[in-house]
C-alpha cells in the first residue's frame, strides 16, 4: 500500500530565499532523512541528527491551503521518499507552483515539479574532517550525472552548486563544476540556470563572498546564487 505519511522536519512559510524564485512568498515543506552527509549541512536536523515526524500528506495538503501558491518541496532529500511524488500531485491539482530542491541522486518518479532546483554536491562538501565512514559514501553517492540528465530532460530546471568562500579552493569547485557541465551537455545559453551560492551561513561575512563570485559569473556566465534568508534573518530554523 501506498504510504500516505512523510517524515517532515518543518513546515513554515517564508521568502524564498535561495535560486531564481527569490523572495517569492511560499511555503516549505521539510522533510527529514538524507543519503548524504555535508560537511557544512545547513539543515543538520534532516541528516547528521534527522529528527522528523511522520505527517499524514492530508494534513501537508491542508497546510499549504492555507499559504501562499508556491510550495517548495525541500530537505534533507525529498527525492527518497515515494510519498512525496503523491504530495506533489496533490499539491499540483490544488493550483499549487511545484519547487523540489534536491541534490539530484535518486530518480523518483510520479513527480509533479514546475521548477526542479538541483543541487549536486561538490568533492568540498564530504566530511573527511567529522564523519570518514560516512565519508566514504558520501563521496560515492554525491554525483550521479545519468540521474542528473534524466531529471534535466524530465523539468524546467536550475542548477545551483553551493561553492567555497575560502579563495584559494574556490578554482577546484569551479574545474569540478565545469567538468560535470560538460558531461551534462548544458548548453552556453543556459549558463544563466546555473547559480553559484556561497557556503556561508554568516551574515556579516556574505556581501564580501558575494564579491568574490561577481569576476567568475561576469567571465563564465553564471548567475549569483543568493541566500536572502541568511541576510535577513541569520542562519535560523524556520526561515
Ligand atoms: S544534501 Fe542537503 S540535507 Fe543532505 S547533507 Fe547535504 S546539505 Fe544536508
Redesign the pocket.
Known sequence: MAATTLPIAEVFRSLQGEGTLVGVPSTFVRVAG?N???VW???PG??WQSAGQPRALDELVDACARGPRHVVLT???PLLFPALAELSRRLSAAGHHITVES?GTRWLDGLACDLLSLSP?LAH?APWTRDPEWAERHERRRLAPPVLRRWLAAYPWQLKFVVTSDAKRLSADLDEIETLLTELQIPNESRHQVLLMPECTDPKRLSAAYRQLVPVCLERGFRLGERLHIALFGHTPGT
Open positions: 538524507c548524504l552527509r555535508c549541512c545547513d539543515s534532516t541528516s530537505g534533507g532529500e541534490a554536491k562538501s
